[in-house]
């Protein structure tokens, strides 16, 4: 049965809950599957499903897999993964012809992977594979994600240039700043050697750029315990890198990407406009009741009045539309008097702050008052979204 090259999957980089169109017989689910993302590794290919074979038959053995996912490599590295296979029958081989790149050739064995536990490791043997125990031993005790660092302790670079180095600590520090919230969670965010609790990513549609696995997983994954363990990146001996500046600049475009697809842009744009739409109640309000030609009603609780009915005009768009798809999974009127309520009193708490930025930036930093009053403004619109995200609706709880 383990004669011949495994089904390549297309569409979605998502990972079903069973292993994407395999005999029934193999459906069984196994303990961990291990991904060699292999281009253009034909020197290496046999050494490292021999070492890590010999490495799982203790540990695992009968429940474990290799899958071998080559990008049609010149050289048949596919080829010979294939003469292995009488030799290995934990071993399994992909042969991709149509998609290339290290990410998604990762994601594809994925697909086909029968483990709870999914992994991957570079096919040449610049990562020690002994490191792979303890990586299992921190999933056995409870981790989400297990990560090969070269950044804590017992970990290290061989023989890297200085500018290969500094390159790779200034990624990390962009990353930070661009993603603090993944990239801070993570010594070695550039890992390509880790594995991850398949459910803790199913259904997630991942779109890795490149090389930059790992982030995307962290990113998208429901990941509450991250485990590392220290290991040495090793020389290359045979066959050669393809890293080049290209991996920089795709690694950027992902952190943007993941940064867009992280934050509720979207969400926000309407909150933007729905407050917008406040003003004029606000405005419409005001008029009518204080107006000489109108109610003339005194300023101050005319203004009170017009707030008040504005912050609710706010609340039935934001609940209907904004948030809508969130509002309609806490139906009744209690739940919606609820979610009024915490709107109301974060939308005030957003008003005295807005009156204190505008005497700071006015009365202490001797900003002009209008700039003065923008930038509050600009500051309470973050903070009231941010706070009505968080507590009114409680988008998190609901993904949940
Ligand atoms: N299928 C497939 N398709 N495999 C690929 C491709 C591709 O396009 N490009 C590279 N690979 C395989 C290689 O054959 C190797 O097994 C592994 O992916 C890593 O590629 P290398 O080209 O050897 O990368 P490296 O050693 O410079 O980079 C290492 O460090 C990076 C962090 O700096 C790897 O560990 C990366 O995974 C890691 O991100
Ligand atoms: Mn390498």
Redesign the pocket.
């Known amino acids: 049965m383990n004669d011949s090259l495994l089904p390549v999957p297309s569409g979605a980089l998502q990972i079903p809950e069973r292993p994407y169109l395999v005999d029934s017989a193999e459906q069984e689910p196994i303990e961990f599957s291990l991904v060699?993302?292999?281009?253009?590794?034909s020197q290496n290919i046999a050494s490292i499903v021999q070492i890590l074979t010999q490495l799982l038959d203790d540990y695992l053995p009968g429940q474990y897999e290799l899958i071998v996912?080559?990008?049609d490599s010149p050289d048949l590295t596919w080829k010979i993964a294939l003469e292995l296979l009488p030799y290995y029958p934990q071993l399994r081989v992909m042969r991709?012809q149509t998609e290339?790149?290290?990410s998604t050739?990762v994601v594809r064995g994925w697909q086909v992977a029968r483990g709870k536990i999914l992994g991957v490791i570079?096919?040449?043997l610049?990562?020690p594979p002994e490191v792979l125990l303890q990586l299992l031993q921190e999933m056995g005790h409870g981790a989400d994600l297990a990560v090969a660092s070269r950044h804590v302790e017992g970990g290290g670079v061989s023989e890297w240039s200085a500018v290969r180095r500094f390159l790779?600590r200034g990624a990390q520090m962009l990353g930070l700043v661009i993603l603090p919230e993944v990239i801070g969670r993570l010594s070695d965010p550039?890992?390509?050697?880790f594995m991850v609790r398949r459910s803790a990513i199913i259904g997630k549609q991942l779109s890795p750029v490149g090389?930059?696995i790992l982030i995307e997983v962290a990113a998208r994954g429901k990941i509450r315990w991250i485990a590392e363990a220290g290991y040495v990146?090793r020389e290359?001996v045979a066959g050669e890198?393809?890293?080049t500046w290209k991996q920089y600049v795709e690694y950027i475009q992902h952190l943007l990407r993941l940064r867009f697809s992280l934050w509720p842009v979207e969400r926000f744009f309407r909150f933007g406009v729905v407050g917008f739409s406040g003003v004029f109640v606000d405005m419409g309000v005001l008029y009518l009741l204080s107006d000489p030609s109108m109610l003339a009603l005194p300023l101050t609780r005319s203004k009170i009045i017009a707030s008040e009915l504005a912050i609710i005009n706010n609340f039935l768009w934001n609940d209907f539309w904004t948030f809508g798809d969130i509002s309609r999974r806490q139906p009744g009127k209690r739940q919606r008097l609820k979610r009024l309520i915490k709107f109301n009193i974060i939308c005030l708490a957003g008003l005295i702050l807005n009156v204190l930025l505008l005497n700071l930036f006015f009365n202490v930093f001797g900003i002009d008052r209008y700039v003065a009053n923008l930038m509050a403004i600009a500051i309470v619109t973050v903070w009231n979204f941010w706070f009505n995200l968080k507590l009114s609706w409680r988008v998190t709880d609901v993904e949940r």
């Open positions: 060699l993302p292999t281009f253009k590794e996912v080559d990008d991709r290339r790149g290290l050739a570079d096919a040449d610049q990562h790779s550039m890992s390509g050697y090389y930059k990146f290359r890198s393809k890293v």
